[in-house]
């Protein structure tokens, strides 16, 4: 069973999703890839909504907040899942770019290289925004492309970390990710 509610955040609603006590959602209104929660039952006052609440509330007072706090269980293909992992290390208030999580693929592997495009798909859909950290991901010379939440979103994310994003690449105009 699939149980979900709603979190008003400075980034707009962010609707959460579990599956028993593991949070499995947490998508950003208008954000692309949305979960497909049909089935889901509103169900407000869940342990696990109430902790990822609590986590948003602190992330969002620009308090460091741990992936360890919470019970996380994304939906997603083995590849994924190891993207997705690797996105779970990257220290808050640092970034990343689609490469170096491909090469560290291809480390994992034991193959020559990975594709930075195949990094971006699974990174585009992670289901878990914000907690799992895919905001901290940036291409290649600081190029800001790449958030299924939008840009605008993304920069304010790494700006709550203390992240300066004056010296990187803005996206042209239609570009989001």
């Not at 069973?1 to 959602?25: E, F, N």
Request: charge should be positive.
């Amino acid at each position: 069973m699939l149980y979900t509610t709603s979190y008003l955040s400075p980034l707009g609603k962010i609707t959460l999703v579990s599956q028993h006590d593991k949070l499995v959602g947490a998508w950003i209104e208008e954000q692309k890839h949305f979960g497909d929660i049909d089935i889901a039952v509103e169900r407000s006052n869940l342990a696990i909504f109430n902790l990822t609440k609590k986590w948003l509330d602190n992330y969002f007072e620009g308090k460091k907040q741990s992936i360890n706090q919470l019970s996380l269980a994304p939906h997603g293909s083995p590849f994924r899942q190891k993207v997705w992992d690797i996105l779970c290390q990257i220290p808050y208030g640092e970034v990343i770019t689609y490469g170096d999580i491909a090469k560290q693929i291809a480390l994992q592997n034991n193959l020559h290289k990975m594709s930075s495009q195949a990094v971006g798909g699974a990174v585009g859909h992670n289901p878990i925004s914000i907690i799992i950290p895919c905001h901290r991901v940036i291409g290649a010379n600081g190029n800001l492309t790449g958030y299924a939440g939008g840009i605008d979103k993304k920069i304010k994310l790494l700006q709550i970390e203390g992240i300066d994003t004056s010296n990187m690449v803005f996206p042209k105009k239609g570009s989001t990710g």
